[in-house]
């Protein structure tokens, strides 16, 4: 398998936690505390995911993480 997978990754923030999902990786939605975490769960459950449906075999499976969190800065009224 040669083409790049495509995995986000939001920050929820009412569970604290990051989710991930993918339309590439059929199956895939996992979630953990940090993007560490998240990264070493997902070097094994992509692999897996993509074997149980019937994937090309293949030894290497590239992947994007594209990850977003969003924020609110607060200004000074003047």
């Known amino acids: 398998m040669n083409e790049v997978l495509f995995i986000?990754?939001?920050w929820d923030d009412e569970a604290n936690v990051w989710v991930a999902t993918s339309d590439d990786v059929p199956g895939l939605a996992t979630e953990a505390d940090s993007m560490e975490e998240l990264s070493a769960k997902l070097?094994?459950?992509?692999p897996e995911l993509?074997?149980?449906n019937g994937y090309p075999?293949?030894?290497d499976v590239p992947y994007e993480?594209?990850?977003r969190k969003f924020f609110v800065a607060q200004r000074n009224a003047a």
């Open 8 to 10: 986000r990754a939001e």
């Open 57 to 59: 075999d293949g030894v």
């Open 65 to 67: 993480l594209l990850a």
């Open 50 to 52: 993509l074997d149980a």
């Open 43 to 46: 070097r094994i459950m992509v």
